[in-house]
């Protein structure tokens, strides 16, 4: 009895994961289809991922699936009368979830042994990085503040921090402006955020892009859903809320179709069992006023903002609501591709190139992203960051957190090199 009570205390305290059981036989596919008959999967198939479709189906979109054993065949069975190419790309979610578990626990063992408070070749929890930003405002009382910026719906502390060696008092300098996590099952995005803290605080703070910008970075948006995509559910996007009707059976907001830009004008988005459900109404959830109000907080000097995502490889920018591009479009496009240069040449051999465009002509239509909402309140330059996925593509091994972090801080110096040499 009193070592089934330890173990529970010690379980607790880990990285634990639960609810793999709920993949057990569940595979991932590739499918190529038109746009129109990748959103139109949206409704009825949980879609991981979408992205262009490599060449040889150019004009095509791929979306990376889930399937339960008892769908497959009529879901095979529809693709192939559609005329829509699928591949088989991963057997057993359940046994890849277990495996990314088990990776977690021994590299988070192993920092702990080497004494190290936080690693890059492994996942936190969020609690872990709220007390590393509070840490690392200790240390570096003259460079980074933390604010304490509101509660999740389930009270969870969302934390972001101010990084200014002049504490935000000097008007004449840019800000940039990054966020993380809005999507719960998109991990790799938090340590992104966290690296490139620890570039500007720790490891370079006398470089101009720490000394000549102040910086807003939220790593972990979205610590609900977080936290359920590790305990309970992998795959979980939304937030946790349920405070809209039909909560009951779907509950949970995609914070990244909740902003004030073309809000409740997409159908797909309407429904709440949707996983790119817009809320009740714009700003509805607490998680996406947080990002508003590190946004408003100094808006007239923030020249460049920053969501990360994952996965696909690609840096997309406005407008996504109708594909129509806004009158910077072409810098928007050249400081997007300097940025992803600057990533590919650090890049994995295996991994894919960057791809940089128009959200809507790459993708989809989208309507009340951050992207949107943050071009069209007034900072010139806006991304949806969609980071690289490797062998599982969404579900990315802890073994390439470091590259991945590495090269993508590249690119990110690249995009406050730019800032300030125009500013
Ligand atoms: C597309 O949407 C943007 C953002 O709302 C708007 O400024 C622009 O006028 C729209 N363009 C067209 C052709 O509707």
Redesign the pocket.
Known sequence: MTRLVICVLLCVASFVQGGHEKYEGHQLYRVAGLSEQIRGLEASLDILSAKPAARSESGKLEALIRLAPEEKEQWLHYFHRNNMMYTKIADNLAEIFRKEEAEIQSKKAAAKRSGKSMSWDTYYRHEEINAYLDELAEEHPDLVTVVNAGLSFEGRQIKYVRISSTRFENLRKPVIVIDAMAHAREWVTTPVAMYIIHQLVVEAPESPLTQSIDWIIIPVVNPDGYEYSIDVDRLWRKTRSTAHDGADECPGVDVNRNFDH?WGTAPNSANPCSIIYEGPSAFSEPETRVVRSAVTSSLERTSLYISLHSYGNMFLYA?G??G?LPQNGLILHLVGVNMATAIDELALDEANRYIVGNAANVLYYTTGTSRDWTK?VGIPLTYTLELPGYDYLFEVPAKYVEQIVTETWAGIAVGAQYVLSTW
């Open positions: 073309h407008w609501n109708n129509t069209a």
